[in-house]
């Protein structure tokens, strides 16, 4: 594990994570990163705002984000102002770029390079964790590790978890149709995407030793032009388009992925969950 405390600003902008890797078999996140789209969270910047705004993050907070990518939600929390805020990423690229943000005043930020199951922090050191488009993309065992994880970090029941992920709807989907959609999630997006019903997160925050507080869903329109303005701005979203009409193996793909998320729309969404601890964490 490897930290970085009190980072300094950065001259040179840190590589993104996935650069290396070929874009025709990345993940989609990391392509979509690649052509310049910062806000990857499913239900995009206003779930988000809606998610912070619900944990009421303040002056005397610690905060832990798990799995904090390009740092989009970290600038949020930031302007916050928490007393200290950690980052967890397990892509050293990831860890490098959390590890160029600056805010001024008293908080204190680091970046940690760790697995969200197992962050390495010591218990009871955050009163606010959370985590975004992570859980959904974990086998349901990786998934409870996490909780599991969140409810250590978290010093008693003042404590606020949240999540914002992709779902499945409705709560009664039937099987075979999930199995498929993630198929086809799988086969676009080049992850292992296993989301959630709306009941299905719940149930997982509950068994996890959680009890939800606050939940709201939000339509999954990542790819659409007026959540990629609303997400981006004019500006950066013509730059991402421009971007992709010149390299056509990304085209492809995020045409594809575009599609997939169309074909299903009717049972796709996106959903945040707000929670507080109500027993003791495992462990």
Not at 88 to 113: F, H, I, K, N
Not at 199 to 220: E, H, K, Q
Request: charged share 25%; aromatic share 2%; glycine share 8%.
């Amino acid at each position: 594990m490897a930290t970085t405390g009190h980072p300094k600003p950065s001259h040179s902008s840190p590589p993104l994570p996935g650069d290396e890797l070929d874009p025709a078999r990345m993940p989609g996140h990391w392509l979509l990163a690649r052509l310049g789209k910062r806000v990857l969270r499913p239900g995009g910047v206003a779930l988000t705002r809606w998610m912070l705004d619900t944990l009421r993050i303040g002056p005397e907070d610690r905060v832990v984000e798990l799995a904090g990518g390009l740092g989009a939600t970290a600038r949020l929390t930031l302007a916050r102002g928490p007393a200290d805020y950690t980052a967890v990423d397990r892509d050293p690229a990831a860890v490098a770029s959390l590890s160029a943000l600056t805010v001024p005043g008293r908080t204190d930020v680091r970046a940690v390079r760790a697995d969200a199951a197992r962050t390495g922090l010591p218990d009871g050191t955050a009163t606010v964790v959370y985590g975004e488009a992570m859980l959904s993309m974990r086998p349901d065992p990786a998934k409870r590790r996490i909780v599991a994880e969140a409810r250590r970090l978290l010093a008693d029941s003042s404590g606020r978890y949240a999540l914002h992920e992709l779902c499945l709807l409705p709560d009664g989907i039937d099987p075979a149709l999930a199995e498929r959609i993630g198929a086809d999630l799988n086969d676009a997006l080049h992850v292992g995407a296993r989301p959630l019903t709306p009941s299905g997160w719940s149930d997982l925050l509950t068994a996890g030793g959680f009890t939800v507080t606050a939940r709201r869903i939000a339509p999954m329109a990542l790819l659409e032009p007026r959540r990629l303005v609303a997400d981006e701005g004019l500006a950066r979203t013509l730059r991402i388009t421009g971007r992709a009409l010149r390299d056509p193996v990304a085209l492809r793909r995020v045409l594809r992925m575009r599609r997939v998320f169309r074909r299903h729309q009717a049972h796709l969404g996106a959903i945040a969950l707000v929670a507080r601890p109500t027993t003791a964490p495992s462990v």
